[in-house]
């Protein structure tokens, strides 16, 4: 096995290579992910959770009746996986417009 750089001068007579293995692994490592997740409560509107979705999710009406269906169901939800600093954002911008509505609605995020 010839890792690392090889000379000339490292050869033997048999013309086997000899050297010193110097090959390390390229450490790519990707950014941690965030879940954002809607929960569930008894007083916000289900036409406000679903314009949310539509929003800042952008989701079709569909999807986000469907989703807007399972957050209260289920009790909460993933409505979408992003950056540390876009999960924030989306955080952020549904709690002001929740709060600005006067609908307790939370947000959260969470690391994947
Ligand atoms: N449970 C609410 C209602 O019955 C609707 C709702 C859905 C609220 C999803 C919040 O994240 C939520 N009006």
Known sequence: ?????????????????????????????????YKVMLLND????????????????????????????????KGLAIVGVYSHEIAETKVTQVMEFARRHQHPLQCTMEKE
């Open 42 to 73: 008894d007083f916000t509107p289900m036409e406000f959770v679903v314009h949310i979705l539509e929003r800042f999710f952008g989701m079709t009406h569909a999807e986000a009746f469907e989703i807007m269906l399972i957050v209260h169901k």
């Open 1 to 33: 096995m010839a890792l690392g750089p090889v000379y000339m001068s490292d050869r033997n007579d048999d013309d086997t290579d000899i050297g010193v293995a110097t090959k390390t692994r390229a450490r790519t490592k990707r950014p941690p992910l």
